[in-house]
């Protein structure tokens, strides 16, 4: 499984590398009223629009498509001819569409008919795009492959002059925003993670983070503000303080398998639940972690998990607190209210 998205009704939609295009039931079920897709190619990203239509986007001919509810191919929406492959999607608020990848310009806005937004400005980035966070002006930032590593665009698609990138020696994997504007970015530049501020300097003043000695995958932010952050560094998942030191109340988990204990592999996906506790899904079986409550000393330890060997790439969470994680396989699990 490459790619999973959540529709509001509960029901998963789940991409794999094969193409394929599944609709699971809450229970995991495969949803027999769905069509199954098969898209010659790798469906690398999935974005479910307001009114239940399916965005997909993938290393297949064409590199975007839109399902309807069905599953079945909307006719309503005709892709624009891209030269390379989507590895994002965003769904703006005015449901307007962005799209990164490798393909010229980086970055386009659609329409919701699939056309380019002629407000949009296409301009070439000279590299490709991982990952697309807007801000609540709906300026874009913009993370990836060269073209500065992060960038900031206006609402048109036009580089926001008044945003410097720093000097970075490596890919942008992860890009997420604070509430105060300021926004953390995590990858394989020196350093792993940083903190810039609105206009794109680097923080250095008030965040300096822990030398980790490996790259981060993920980032996820806190609602008190401290991020939690995994990757293929020591630890693999760790929880920094505001000021990007080490958050000592955050313990390193091992997880059990088969009664014997392991370290935490590999993370590629980090999310929070509503209560703040942390899913935490990569190479190895999702676990789910305690927060800081209810005491500190609780705080990263293993609280429950299960169902995949393999590698978890992405994990979201659906309604009422059910956990869906996707990789190599696919699993979703149910905990009591309890636990």
Known sequence: VRSLAV????????GHLNGIVRR????GSVDSSFNRAVIAGAVNSIAVQSDGRILIGGNFAGSLQRLDTSGSIDPTFTPPDLDGYVYSITVQDDGKILIGGTFSGSVW????TGEID???IGEDRGG??????VQADRKIVIGGNNFGYVRRLNTNGSIDPTFTPPNLNGTVTSVVMQDDGKFLIGGYFSGYVMRLTANGDVDDATFTPPDL?????SIAMQRDGKPV???TFGDRAMRLNTDGTKDGTFTRP????????YPLDWLYSIVLQGDGKIVVGGRGRPTRLNNALPTPPNAGTVLGGGGSNNAVWIIVIAAAGLVVAGGTTVARRRKPAAQ
């Open 109 to 112: 806005r659609l329409n919701d």
């Open 213 to 217: 000695g490996g790259t981060v995958r």
């Open 254 to 261: 091992a997880i059990t398998v088969d009664s014997v204990e």
């Open 229 to 231: 952050i995994g990757g």
């Open 7 to 14: 529709q509001a009704d509960g029901k998963i939609i789940v």
């Open 128 to 133: 490709g795009v991982n990952s697309i966070a």
């Open 24 to 27: 699971l039931n809450t229970d």
């Open 118 to 120: 002629p407000t949009f």
